[in-house]
């Protein structure tokens, strides 16, 4: 007998049939003994009609109250969840961010987990109830209902299993598991048995439709075992766990993340001084223009070429900005390019595997793809190339790699 | 500078514009200085469209959990209406019912009142914000979501103005105030300034398309001044208040109600003996049947006859029973009939004038129609009457007893 807890998205409970089919589940899970936590999200559009009411009366909507506002349509979700589960003769009970003691600090619209209080949901599983969740949602010190940030049923989930040392956290979602690539772009793609917290990191791309990112990085933390499934097909989903659990011949890479999003600018003969990155992208940061790839090459006559991509709806204000920085440094030129993607090869096998990069490059070569960026880390090769070629790069790469069903 | 409640139903914040108006109309308040508590109700459509989801699940939902559930519609005006007001520049904080600390015992769905805190709604009003407050909502003593019942907004409403001390709780409507009779009926009917408790309780059937006659009850137990308002026309409503307030020559009568939805049941011939009564009505009250008026003619013989009044809803099921009861008792018949009104004319008044009841009687018989029963109150004199008689009765009425606009 375990305890689990279990995590419903939107489009999971996004009608009264579909969370009639939660509750048979959870009753069947229930049914084999376990110790059953259900954390669900709003039911789809629910939140977004919400955030629509809001909107009509502030452009801005106050952020304790857009928090009242919107933190209703998990409460709705519970309830009904609720009742389906006892329609089913299964023992449960509701718990929103304040009945369960999900703590919080006061950062409305985005707020952290401070403190959660045990003993209620324990109390309910003691009594044999299956405890029914408000994702996304908590109460601050000064008892205000605070949420977490849009996807922060996912968090909810994983600090809840932590709190609890559960034996696992399973999200539910509209995939499978999660996969060595694109299946969209590479047919061959399959569907990984388990990956390490580190390696779903990395492949945010891919990993970012599956689950929120910050869940991940606190399972990873608190060490609780996180796994991927589909809501309403049966199979064993993807397991995100610390390295230990892999199997002794891990692949070397696990999967191939992509991004097409990503545009990226380049300031040519920077004076190479102290100083300069943070010179550059000081006022980047400033305009809340997130950064992703920065590299800066070598240069001649003690100037310097820096390059940084960021997202491609920020790319026009992006040029602005470092027009100006390029006139302050006096560089010699400034260039933007926004037909590029990023392709990235991930695995913790690379730590201990020379290759990889040379087998990437070679891959890209032997198909005629120019590299225009490289940045690395530990478990991650990341490099730019123009856009036209991704699906080539990804499908190359997940053939050299050897990724495919067996 | 007062304290002032102001409870405005669904109808009034039935869409973000007319939620702006309140606010607008709440500012203006404040501007003079008052102090103002806001409570709501959920926006008109809403809590029916929860009830539905709800009945998709469980034909009886779970009744905790049908409070958490509907619970979420009055959330959702309070954070709107709080946003609208703050888009005003107006200060303002919403509050659940947790959040005010309104305690209630555990009869979910039709939870009674226990307690309210006064320090988190006077803090706010210290704060010099508007409080913002979901009526017909509470919290248990086991820390679950309570609801009041239906209409439970306006007890919401009279509870905290009690709670605080409040100069005046004021209830919008969608009618300008309590009238002497139904306008629909008597063109010339008058909005009455003022009116006792007692009157507006007795006049149920007019009062109750206005007032739920339970946050009557309430403000006349706590002697909190009411005021029936419109919501969206100027004018000073009507105001429900002690006998005290109400000017010397106030008029003997107030007002004249009426009633269509009665049913008549008479056992004829009925053994005249102790405890025969409640024979009778036991059986009906089993059934969860309320019945209105009662009347016990003295007859012959040692037999009595026995008649009351059902709603006409529950008239077929009443015959069925009372037939039973007829063969128990070896009463000699029963007689029914469903074509019948009840008429009342109302006033504190008439305690000190003995002349209100041979008056009714006579502007009756005046208009040829035949008094079936008679039933009295200190403050109330009702009769049976043919129902098509009902429109000629009450214009009759209301003409002699000198209600008309001036």
Redesign the interface.
């Known amino acids: 007998m375990a305890l689990i807890v279990q995590k419903f998205g939107g489009t999971s409970v996004g009608s009264?049939e579909r969370?009639?089919a939660v509750a048979e589940k959870v009753k069947g899970f229930r049914a084999k003994g376990h110790d059953i936590v259900v954390v669900v999200s709003a039911m789809s559009g629910e939140t977004n009609r919400?955030i629509g009411?809001?909107e009509?009366?502030?452009s801005r909507?106050?952020a304790s109250?857009?928090d009242?506002?919107v933190?209703?349509g998990e409460?709705?979700t519970?309830?009904?969840l609720?009742?389906?589960l006892?329609?089913l003769e299964c023992p449960a009970q509701?718990f929103?961010g304040?009945?369960l003691g999900m703590h919080t600090d006061r950062s409305h619209a985005k707020a952290r987990i401070t403190k959660i209080d045990e003993m209620?949901i324990r109390g309910a599983l003691e009594q044999g109830k299956v405890a029914v969740v408000a994702g996304f949602q908590g109460i601050t010190d000064d008892?205000?209902?605070s949420t977490l940030g849009r996807g922060g049923s996912d968090t909810t989930a994983v600090a809840i299993a932590a709190a609890l040392d559960a034996d696992e956290c399973q999200i539910y979602t509209d995939v499978d598991g999660v996969y060595t690539t694109d299946p969209r772009v590479v047919e061959s793609a399959r569907r990984m048995e388990s990956i390490t917290f580190e390696e779903m990191l990395e492949l945010a791309s891919l990993g970012s439709k599956v689950l929120q990112i910050r869940s991940v990085e606190f399972a990873g933390k608190y060490k609780v075992p996180l796994r991927v499934l589909h809501s309403f097909q049966e199979g064993p989903g993807t397991l995100i766990t610390v390295e230990d659990h892999k199997p002794m011949e891990s692949p070397v890479i696990s999967g191939i993340a992509f991004n097409r999003d990503e545009a990226k600018l380049t300031l040519l003969g920077v004076p190479d001084v102290p100083g300069v990155a943070a010179s550059i992208l000081a006022p980047i940061g400033d305009a809340n223009i997130e950064v992703d790839m920065v590299v800066q090459n070598v240069g001649e006559n003690n100037t310097t070429d820096f390059t940084f991509t960021v997202h491609k709806n920020d790319y026009e204000r992006a040029c602005e900005l470092l027009e100006q920085v390029k006139n302050d440094l006096k560089a010699r030129e400034m260039r933007g390019d926004k037909d590029i993607c990023k392709v990235s090869v991930v695995g913790v096998g690379m730590r201990s595997h020379a290759g990889v990069a040379s087998t990437m490059f070679k891959t890209l070569a032997a198909e005629s793809i120019n590299i225009q960026m490289i940045s690395t880390s530990e478990i991650k090769i990341s490099v730019v190339v123009e856009e036209k070629y991704l699906e080539l790069a990804v499908r190359a790469l997940h053939a050299a790699f050897d990724l495919a069903v067996e």
């Open positions: 009264v969370i009639k919400l009411l809001a009509e009366i502030q909507p106050v109250e857009y009242t506002l933190s209703t409460q709705v519970i309830a009904l609720s009742m389906a006892q329609e509701s929103t304040w009945q209620p008892n205000r209902i």
